[in-house]
């Protein structure tokens, strides 16, 4: 299991609990630098976060795994599909500053719903030949989305939500069958964009009578537990799982993140109320 630099905060105001803004380039460049002494050697970005690619393409990022994210693409005639996808891969490399990546997922996987979705597919498969990526997958919210790509399509990665708060993907050995299958597991949402370790006072008005959120914070007091700590054991103990993406809006915030990390801590977690909203936060 690894850890992945997610990079939303690098090029836009990501995250319902953040208050500082875009991480500032010097600081990303610090960052990575950290990253590096800690062999720590994943990025996880998209085309969807603002002026992330540029800001990574102008500090050298060649000795890490880039793992990106295609949205930029419309239904349209088949005729002039493969020449815009072409162009808009083209143009994540160059903004990335790289001549291949190591991942590319489809950010909207609607639009894998369709012939023209099984064309775009085909598309990329080609272009993964020509070693433009090395591993081909999606970017998913629920389990009925992934599982109808599973039905469909033969991908190589999934980058999907994860924490103790959303465990959808967790129950009935369902991460088994993905490593049964080869496929590559990033958890993404491990702290809930920084809900599981703000505190109940601090929750936005809409959370603040949310059945989990009360067990959650109760849970943490009673046994005297770090939130930080707790999010990333419950991860942890998750074999199957490949990579864990992490959100960071500084060098401390990155520090603090690891030395939670490389702790080996055991928790027996209880059984906390599983809620709906928690699943996706396009609908925050």
């Known amino acids: 299991m690894m850890l992945s630099i997610g990079t939303a905060q690098f090029g836009f105001k990501y995250g319902i609990c ?125 389990r009925k989305e992934l599982d109808f790509i599973l039905m469909n399509y033969d991908i190589d990665i999934v980058n999907l939500p994860m924490s103790v708060a959303n465990q959808e993907f967790y129950n009935k050995n369902y991460l088994s069958k993905l490593k049964n299958r080869g496929i590559e597991i990033q958890a993404r949402s491990i702290f809930l964009q920084g809900l599981l370790l703000s505190n109940y006072n601090q929750l936005p008005k809409k959370f603040k009578n949310n059945k989990f959120f009360k067990e959650w914070f109760s849970w943490l007091k009673m046994k005297n537990y770090d939130s930080l700590d707790a999010s990333l054991s419950f991860i942890k103990r998750i074999n199957h799982i490949d990579k864990i993406v992490i959100g960071v809006d500084n060098l401390i915030h990155l520090k603090k993140i690891f030395k939670s990390y490389k702790k080996n801590l055991k928790y027996k977690f209880v059984k906390f109320k599983q809620t709906k909203i928690l699943r996706n936060p396009s609908k925050w």
Do not use: M, P, W
Not at 68 to 77: A, L, P
């Open 18 to 142: 953040n208050k500082s803004g875009v991480v500032k380039k010097e600081e990303v460049r610090k960052i990575l630098k950290y990253c590096k002494s800690k062999k720590i050697n994943c990025i996880d970005t998209a085309q969807g976060y603002g002026k992330s690619h540029k800001v990574l393409g102008s500090i050298d990022i060649k000795k890490f795994q880039v793992t990106t994210k295609i949205s930029n693409i419309k239904k349209i005639k088949n005729k002039q599909l493969k020449n815009i996808v072409i162009l808009e891969i083209n143009k994540i490399l160059k903004d990335l500053n790289t001549k291949k990546i190591y991942a590319l997922l489809i950010h909207d996987t609607h639009k894998l719903k369709s012939k023209f979705g099984k064309n775009f597919f085909e598309i990329l498969k080609n272009l993964k030949k020509e070693k433009k990526f090395t591993k081909l997958g999606v970017s998913v919210y629920t």
